[in-house]
């Protein structure tokens, strides 16, 4: 792990060539303001993960999912170092045409889900309908494995969910709110005769994550300046705009319980 005065290496999954403006503008943020820090991306948070637990980078910008990897191999010791303001209040939503009742009309009906390794449009709605008595047994499960690796995040899986609700091959379909909200916006005929039937107790998505041998003193400078990103900032704003992020905050680990419940029941984890 760096020691204050070397590079500071943060990893990232490269799921959109806009990745590429986010971390060049970010870098150049650190580094004006005195942190070297430099940038590796990744095709897959798998890879992502095990090279934040091989040591090969110092954080690592996780999905939820991936955080909860990186949790349990790292034997419940992960720093966590940061998360959008977005992040902090996640919910998943399941979308349907008008009249149908969730969960009561799911049982015997068919599920769309995005792709299996998303927490927000898989793991996570199986969980919590399960929690309130869903026989999920009885239910067909549409799932769109579309981006397997990214957990989610170029957002074409759950593209595909709304289509197939919209079509009338799923009586219901797991997005996450953010994503729901960003389709509506954009007008898609998709989206018309569709709505909100279902919404999911809120946790936590993405967060940066750190080894616990992280130099302590490189750790508070780089959540400091983090902190200290200004929306305000032109220099910052289209990066920001970009990472769909106004404010950082400093991340904790409460609300990531209910998903790593998940992971272990559904065999995601040991």
């Known amino acids: 792990m760096p020691e204050p005065g070397r590079t500071l290496l943060v990893g990232a999954v490269a799921y959109h060539p806009r990745v590429v403006t986010v971390w060049e503008g970010f870098r150049t943020y650190f580094v004006e303001r005195g942190l070297d820090l430099d940038y590796i991306l990744y095709s897959n948070y798998e890879r992502l993960v095990d090279a934040l637990v091989?040591?090969?980078?110092?954080?690592?910008?996780?999905?939820?999912?991936?955080?909860?990897?990186?949790?349990?191999?790292?034997?419940?010791?992960?720093?966590?170092?940061?998360?959008r303001d977005v992040d902090a209040d996640y919910a998943t939503v399941l979308v349907a045409r008008a009249g149908v009742r969730v969960p009561a009309d799911l049982a015997g009906g068919t599920?769309?889900?995005?792709?299996?390794?998303?927490?927000?449009?898989?793991?996570?709605?199986?969980?919590?309908?399960?929690?309130?008595?869903?026989?999920?047994?009885?239910?067909?499960?549409?799932?769109?494995?579309?981006?397997?690796?990214?957990?989610?995040?170029?957002?074409?899986?759950?593209?595909?969910?709304?289509?197939?609700?919209?079509?009338?091959?799923?009586?219901?379909?797991?997005?996450?709110?953010?994503?729901?909200?960003?389709l509506r916006a954009q007008g898609g005929s998709e989206t018309a005769d569709l709505a909100v039937a279902w919404r999911s107790p809120t946790y936590s998505h993405c967060c940066f994550?750190?080894?616990?041998?992280?130099?302590?003193?490189?750790?508070?400078?780089w959540l400091e300046l983090l902190l200290g990103m200004s929306y305000d900032d032109p220099g910052l704003r289209h990066a920001m705009d970009l990472e769909g992020v106004k404010r950082w905050l400093p991340g904790d680990k409460s609300g990531y319980g209910e998903l790593t419940a998940a992971m272990r029941d559904q065999g995601y984890l040991p």
């Open 209 to 221: 994550t750190a080894r616990p041998d992280l130099d302590a003193g490189v750790s508070g400078r």
């Open 54 to 83: 091989a040591g090969d980078v110092d954080l690592a910008w996780n999905t939820n999912t991936a955080y909860v990897s990186a949790e349990a191999r790292l034997g419940g010791e992960a720093l966590v170092l940061g998360m």
């Open 111 to 182: 599920l769309a889900l995005g792709s299996r390794d998303s927490g927000h449009a898989a793991i996570l709605p199986l969980h919590f309908l399960r929690a309130e008595g869903v026989p999920i047994g009885d239910v067909r499960l549409l799932r769109f494995d579309t981006d397997l690796g990214k957990h989610g995040d170029t957002g074409d899986s759950e593209r595909r969910v709304v289509e197939a609700v919209a079509r009338g091959d799923a009586v219901a379909g797991a997005i996450g709110d953010a994503t729901w909200v960003q």
